[in-house]
C-alpha cells in the first residue's frame, strides 16, 4: 500500500520571509518572543521590553563609561539587541579612543609628576 505524495516545496524556492517587527521594522527570528533588535515583546500583544534589565540602553552606556567598566563593559554593548551595528561599532571606537587617551595621559603625565613628589619625599626623609 502506497501513501499519495504530499506537495513538497519546489526546489530551490526561497524560505517564505520572516514578517516584520511591528515596532522597529526589523526582521523576527522565528518562534522569538521578542524582536532582537528593539526588544519588544511579540507574543502577548503586550509592548514592553523583554529583555534583562542590563541590556537597556542606559545601563550599557554606564556600563562603558569611563568611570564605570570602560572597556570591559562592550561584551554588553555587543550582546544588547537594542543597538545597531553602526551603533556598536560607534561605541566601541568611542570606547578605545577615550581608554587610550586616558592610558596616554596617565602614562605621560601623571606618572612622571609622582615619581618626581616620591623623590623629593625620599630626600626629605632620608637624614
Known amino acids: 500500500m502506497t501513501m499519495p505524495d504530499a ?25 522569538a518572543p521578542f524582536c532582537h533588535h528593539c526588544g519588544i515583546t511579540i507574543r502577548g500583544g503586550a509592548r514592553h521590553p523583554a529583555l534583562r534589565w542590563y541590556y537597556r540602553p542606559w545601563v550599557v552606556l554606564l556600563a562603558i563609561s569611563p568611570f564605570v567598566l570602560g572597556p570591559f563593559g562592550l561584551p554588553l554593548l555587543w550582546k544588547s539587541p537594542r543597538f545597531s551595528r553602526a551603533a556598536k561599532l560607534a561605541w566601541t571606537v568611542a570606547t578605545l579612543l577615550w581608554t587610550g587617551l586616558f592610558v596616554w595621559y596617565v602614562t605621560v603625565k601623571i606618572v612622571p609628576a609622582v615619581t618626581h613628589e616620591m623623590q623629593q619625599l625620599d630626600v626629605l626623609f632620608s637624614y
Open 7 to 31: 506537495p513538497s516545496p519546489a526546489a530551490g524556492a526561497p524560505a517564505p520571509a520572516a514578517p516584520p517587527c511591528r515596532a522597529c521594522g526589523g526582521v523576527l527570528v522565528e518562534d
